[in-house]
């Protein structure tokens, strides 16, 4: 079983779900930052509890060489969509999209599957495939 196996089964355990995991250097530090949602929302308890858990996983298996820090996060509500599964899980949410070569476009995410998405505003709707996205978050309109 692979380590990300591991800790998604670990997320599961406590009632929510792997969204990604991440590799990151920030200043001087290497992170590797899991990040986790949940219907109803993340607290804080539940990113330590996670932690608590996976931690003895990764004295075992080191997920990256050297010394690095470990979290557990939520992506927040605005967040970075680069997998299907996280457009697919972000249906009837508000998106900016760039689109390569193209520009951007705001509007709803209506659709998501394993080959693309469609995104609808006031000027229709719009279908792309995954290669032709570059950056996708959500936003929220305060």
């Given at each position: 079983?692979s380590?990300e196996?591991?800790?998604e089964?670990i997320?599961?355990?406590?009632?929510?779900?792997l969204?990604?995991?991440?590799i990151?250097?920030?200043?001087e530090d290497?992170i590797y930052?899991v990040?986790?949602t949940?219907?109803?929302?993340v607290?804080?308890?539940?990113?330590t509890?996670?932690?608590r858990?996976?931690s003895?996983?990764?004295?075992?298996e080191?997920?990256?060489?050297g010394e690095y820090?470990?979290?557990?996060?939520?992506?927040g509500?605005?967040?970075k969509?680069?997998?299907?599964?996280?457009?697919?899980?972000?249906?009837g949410?508000?998106?900016k999209?760039?689109v390569k070569g193209?520009?951007?476009l705001?509007?709803t995410l209506?659709?998501?599957?394993?080959?693309?998405?469609?995104?609808e505003?006031?000027?229709?709707i719009?279908?792309?495939?995954?290669d032709?996205l570059?950056?996708?978050k959500?936003y929220f309109?305060w």
């Amino acid at each position: 079983m692979s380590i990300e196996n591991s800790i998604e089964k670990i997320i599961k355990s406590h009632g929510a779900k792997l969204y990604d995991i991440e590799i990151t250097k920030e200043g001087e530090d290497n992170i590797y930052r899991v990040y986790i949602t949940k219907d109803g929302g993340v607290s804080i308890d539940l990113c330590t509890d996670i932690s608590r858990d996976i931690s003895p996983l990764l004295d075992v298996e080191p997920p990256i060489s050297g010394e690095y820090r470990f979290e557990v996060s939520s992506p927040g509500i605005e967040r970075k969509l680069t997998k299907p599964k996280h457009f697919i899980n972000s249906i009837g949410e508000k998106v900016k999209v760039k689109v390569k070569g193209e520009g951007k476009l705001k509007g709803t995410l209506i659709d998501a599957n394993e080959e693309g998405i469609k995104v609808e505003n006031k000027d229709g709707i719009s279908e792309f495939k995954y290669d032709e996205l570059g950056t996708v978050k959500t936003y929220f309109e305060w």
